[in-house]
């Protein structure tokens, strides 16, 4: 009997560790899945993850892997697949304690797809108040662009309690000139007490001495960035310091620009309440926010009060899509890539082979790239997604059948495959010019005299030509001012502020008409700015390398 326990022990003692050691790589393995999930790394994430799907006692990670899953195949558009593990999740682990986030999900899918009845059905669902609250932004954010008031009106019937959908329906009802569309705004402000006024959304815009900016920052923002230069750079500190000094040349020409500064960060909610403060309503123009939900809020806001609205970081075009009062100051990725055809087609022979990167990033802008070189009467010889160095051997093969391509365009943020294409050129002594994006100037293993000689031409969208007269006057009026070296925001926010201000000055706070119809304009520490007939920057600074200096491939004219 003894000999008996003995070895039932030791078998349970065996057992036990290896189910520890099974719970450690199943942690080990959903941690390294987030840290993908960070790096934009969506695919390699859902391979890590897909073992964790699988219910078992020693996967104690199964409904946060759905969870991860599913926001992986949103980010790689794919979102019948991330419906349906949501579904899965739902279904698997009803009291999962974080369903809020897979209910706020599974509403963006929904409200991607203008299924606002499922959208809302999903918000209702929500528990906590701050996803409740989150909820609320969300809602505001896309119903607010539903140009069909009777959509709207028939949604209402539906969820005759939603205060998110009532807000929305009456600003768009006090702008009717149907009697009913008016009572029915009269009806639901008194209902949910919103103390909206018919003449809200309507302002009377003038040419003025001076106008009032309200500049929404994260100053205590948490995350900080270190520039090209190594230098710790807070994002909001720095582009402030900018505006202000913008602020100080405006003057000098002859407009007072007042700035009121606002510490925002990613909190829809926050942004929310400033927004429906009385006082808010007074500036001309807004600057920011640049994180989180507080841009949707800001981008629906100032649609409605029919003010500017500039954001001064993101990329992303759908921010300011169907809003002719925000304004993306920097080219959006779309702009970027097709501004780069239209270049590659005018400087080079007519074709081209396209490789692309991993991240959704990557693989949009070399689909719309090849779709506009295409439109130009363009040849594409390769189309391949290069996910690591391990399929670097079919970018070579592909270049080596087309020796005489016109150009390579390579959008990778992947440094060993920029190091293969750069080695492959120089061994194979290959003349073929490339086009890819600045951040390959950051690879230490790269030099910029490769660069030159292999014709390696830079999307630069942030270039500035540290030599001109300008930049540095602007360097030791800020080094005076601040002690410090201007960082890159430290620029964008000069320049921002000193284009939109005299904007200001010519057309009032309602310049977007006059903005689009303007010819490019020469910047004064960025290159140029085109808006015509568009919302972001239609402008992109291409530079190479020539004779050792970083100069503009396609200068204004």
């Known amino acids: 009997m003894r000999k008996f326990l003995l070895a039932l022990f030791t078998c349970l003692s065996v057992l036990q560790i290896a189910f520890t050691q099974t719970v450690a790589d199943n942690r080990r393995k959903y941690e390294s899945a987030k840290d993908l999930l960070k790096q934009e790394k969506y695919a390699l994430a859902q391979e890590l993850l897909r073992p964790l799907l699988v219910v078992s006692p020693e996967n104690p990670f199964a409904a946060y892997a759905h969870y991860l899953t599913a926001y992986a195949a949103y980010k790689l ?32 899918l929904f409200f991607d797809k203008k299924d606002y009845t499922n959208a809302l059905t999903e918000q209702a669902q929500l528990r906590t108040e701050k996803m409740k609250a989150e909820g609320t932004t969300q809602a505001t954010y896309y119903l607010s662009q539903e140009a069909n008031v009777g959509t709207l009106k028939t949604l209402q019937t539906k969820f005759p309690s939603d205060r998110a959908l009532a807000e929305v329906l009456v600003n768009k009802l006090w702008l009717s000139t149907h009697a009913a569309d008016k009572d029915l705004a009269a009806k639901l402000n008194a209902q949910f007490k919103l103390k909206k006024e018919e003449s809200a959304p309507v302002r009377k815009v003038e040419t003025k001495s001076s106008y009032n900016v309200a500049v929404l920052l994260p100053f205590d923002y948490a995350k900080l960035v270190v520039e090209k230069s190594g230098r710790v750079s807070p994002i909001a500190v720095d582009m402030y310091n900018g505006i202000r000094l913008a602020q100080q040349k405006l003057a000098q020409e002859g407009v007072q620009i007042n700035l009121l500064a ?15 403060q009385p006082d808010f309503r007074a500036n001309d123009m807004i600057i920011g926010p640049i994180n989180g939900s507080s841009i949707r809020v800001a981008v629906t806001y ?18 300011v899509q169907g809003n002719p009062f925000s304004y993306l100051y920097q080219s959006s990725v779309e702009s970027q890539t097709s501004y780069t055809a239209a270049f590659a087609k005018k400087q080079f022979a007519p074709s081209t082979l396209i490789f692309y990167g991993t991240t959704p990033k990557d693989s949009a802008m070399a689909f719309l790239y090849r779709k506009k070189f295409l439109e130009g009467g363009g040849k594409v010889l390769a189309f391949k997604k290069i996910a690591s160095t391990a399929a670097a051997p079919q970018m070579t093969a592909a270049i080596a059948a087309n ?54 031409y830079f999307i630069s969208p942030e270039y500035i030509d540290y030599r001109s007269p300008e930049v540095i006057a602007f360097k030791k009026t800020y080094v005076e001012a601040q002690n410090l070296i201007p960082s890159m925001y430290s620029y964008q926010g000069y320049d921002m502020m000193l284009f939109f201000g005299r904007m200001l000055k010519e057309f009032g706070s309602d310049f977007q008409k006059g903005l689009q119809s303007k010819p490019l304009i020469k910047g004064a520490i960025f290159t140029g700015y085109d808006f015509h007939n568009s919302n972001d920057n239609q402008y992109v600074p291409i530079a190479k390398f020539e004779n050792g200096n970083y100069i503009l491939a396609n200068p204004l004219e």
């Not at 558009?77 to 899965?88: E, G, N």
């Not at 150009?407 to 003349?431: D, M, P, R, W, Y």
């Open 403 to 456: 020796p005489t391509a016109g150009h390579i365009f390579i959008t990778s943020a992947v440094q060993t495959v920029a190091i293969s294409l750069v080695s492959f050129l120089e061994k194979e002594n290959l003349a073929i010019p490339v086009i890819t994006q600045d951040n390959w100037l950051s690879y230490p293993m790269l030099s910029y005299n490769q660069f030159e000689k292999l014709q390696f």
């Open 77 to 108: 558009h794919k979102p019948d697949d991330a419906k349906l593990t949501l579904m899965q999740l739902q279904q698997k682990f009803p009291s999962w304690p974080d369903q809020d986030q897979a209910h706020y999900l599974m509403a963006t």
């Open 262 to 276: 606002y510490d925002v960060g990613a909190d829809g909610s926050k942004m929310t309440q400033l927004v429906s």
């Open 302 to 319: 100032a649609s409605q009060a029919q003010i500017p609205q500039v954001n001064p970081i993101t990329t992303n075009s759908q921010i």
